[in-house]
């Protein structure tokens, strides 16, 4: 939808961002231009970072980024402008689910960006990532998933200003799509009247395609809203209710109250899930408190550029 805006370009998922940031002690000083190559070359040979979802060729985004200012932001953001200018559109965003809980690495590239936050049914995420093959490690891991985003994106709620920060509730935006549209647009800054194109994004022929994506291909539906019902069992219910049911609640998702047992060994397998993922951001805040010291140079993106 926001891609369909005709002043707004966000690619399909890339996956280059949060990598590059924590890595971006190993380029040395952006100031030297064969440094920010060396951030494009390696965008453009990283068969992992989806570049070729950016409207634009490797030696552009190599060309870009050497004209770029000297902070990994502005090399990143100059790749977005390019994909923009390319479809003729004057403003970017990026689009991942990700970042969600990567929303420290986000806000230091990109400290003036406003942030779209998704929330959708715990119970309706997590049958849906499961049948994709999203989830890596089924019911348990994907509600894991659910549970962190929502209290990352809690914590930069508190944070931000109003005019950087906007929760979208998935069941209202595909219940009445055009006022949810409207919103978003009022909080972006967009043209209301790009709203009937943001509409019709599933006739986009640039649309990904395949069996995870076919629900793109059709126009906005509240078809998937109760899907989980016949997705999930009572034991899935009953553990995610029993894990996040507060953050349900908080959130207007009334839990079904089933009573059913949850066996021993998979609220186990939720708790290892959970204290690994844990164990895994404390290595990586200790890293950062390191580069701290280490590495000083400033990473915020200076194009002022619109995101």
């Known amino acids: ?3 369909s805006h005709p002043h707004l370009a966000v690619p399909h998922e890339t996956a280059f961002i949060v990598p590059l940031y924590r890595k971006r002690d190993s380029f040395g000083d952006f100031a030297d231009p064969d440094n920010r190559r060396k951030v494009a070359e390696w965008i453009v040979k990283n068969k992992k970072s989806r570049n070729e979802r950016l409207k634009a060729t490797p030696e552009e985004l190599v060309e870009a980024a050497l004209h770029s200012p000297p902070t990994l932001g502005s090399i990143l953001a100059s790749c977005f ?45 997590v049958a849906s990532m499961n049948r994709v093959g999203w ?23 508190r944070k931000l200003p109003e005019e950087q920060y906007l929760d979208v509730y998935y069941e209202e935006l595909v219940r009445d799509p055009r006022a949810g549209l409207e919103r978003v647009c009022a909080f972006l800054g967009l043209d209301p009247a790009g709203i009937d194109a943001m509409l019709d994004y599933h006739q986009d022929p640039d649309r990904p395609t395949g069996t995870p994506f076919k629900e793109i291909s059709k126009p906005v539906s509240t078809e998937s809203v109760h899907s989980w019902e016949e997705q999930l069992t009572g034991t899935d219910l009953a553990l995610i209710e029993g894990v996040v049911g507060d953050e349900m609640r908080r959130h207007g998702y009334e839990p079904t109250g089933t009573r059913v047992p949850v066996p021993k060994e998979r609220m186990k397998a939720f708790r290892r ?35």
């Open 1 to 3: 939808m926001l891609n």
């Open 135 to 157: 989830s890596w490690g089924g019911v348990e891991s994907a509600t894991e998933m659910w549970e962190r985003a929502i209290v990352s994106a809690e914590s930069w709620r």
């Open 81 to 125: 402008m390019l994909n923009a200018r390319n479809q003729g559109k004057p403003r970017w965003g990026d689009k991942r689910p990700s970042h969600a809980w990567n929303l420290n690495e986000i806000f230091d590239l990109f400290p003036d960006a406003q942030y779209v936050n998704v929330i959708r049914d715990p119970r309706a995420c």
């Open 273 to 307: 899930i959970r204290s690994s993922r844990t164990k895994q951001a404390r290595k990586r805040r200790l890293v950062e408190v390191k580069r701290m010291v280490t590495y000083r140079r400033p990473a915020a993106d200076q194009t002022r550029g619109e995101a």
